[in-house]
Nanobody
Framework: QLQLVESGGGLVQPGGSLRLSCAASGSIFSFNAMGWYRQAPGKQRELVAAVASGGTTNYADSVKGRFTISRDNAKSTLYLQMSSLKPEDTATYYC?????????????????WGQGTQVTVSS
C-alpha cells in the first residue's frame, strides 16, 4: 500500500521561500505522474503543479514562475520549491499520486493522497 508523507510546511513572510517534500513508500514511485494540490479554508482544492513519470511538468497560472515541481525517483520523493510566496498561497498542501503516467489535472485520477502540510504566508 502506497504511503505519501509531506513535510516542509510552515510560516513564512511574503516574498519568502519554502521547499515541500513528499516521501513515498510501499509502491514503485517512478511509474506514475505526481501532483501537488492545495486547499485554502472555504475554497476548493486546486492542482498547483504536476509532473509526469518522464519529467514533463505543468503549473497553475497562479504559481507559474514561482513554484517548481521535481521528483527524485531514486529517493521516491516529490518536491515543490516555492519562491516569492504570497499571502494567497496560504493553504494546506497535499501531494498525490496519479493512476496514470501522463500529466493530468483530473483529481479523480489521483488515487493516493498524503495527509497534507500547512503553509502560511504572513507578516
Amino acid at each position: 500500500q502506497l504511503q505519501l508523507v509531506e513535510s516542509g510546511g510552515g510560516l513564512v513572510q511574503p516574498g519568502g521561500s519554502l521547499r515541500l517534500s513528499c516521501a513515498a513508500s510501499g509502491s514503485i514511485f517512478s511509474f506514475n505522474a505526481m501532483g501537488w494540490y492545495r486547499q485554502a479554508p472555504g475554497k476548493q482544492r486546486e492542482l498547483v503543479a504536476a509532473v509526469a513519470s518522464g519529467g514533463t511538468t505543468n503549473y497553475a497560472d497562479s504559481v507559474k514562475g514561482r513554484f517548481t515541481i521535481s521528483r527524485d525517483n531514486a529517493k521516491s520523493t516529490l518536491y515543490l520549491q516555492m519562491s516569492s510566496l504570497k499571502p494567497e498561497d496560504t493553504a494546506t498542501y497535499y501531494c498525490a499520486r496519479a493512476s496514470v503516467l501522463y500529466l493530468t489535472s483530473r483529481s479523480d485520477l489521483y488515487d493516493h493522497w498524503g495527509q497534507g502540510t500547512q503553509v502560511t504566508v504572513s507578516s
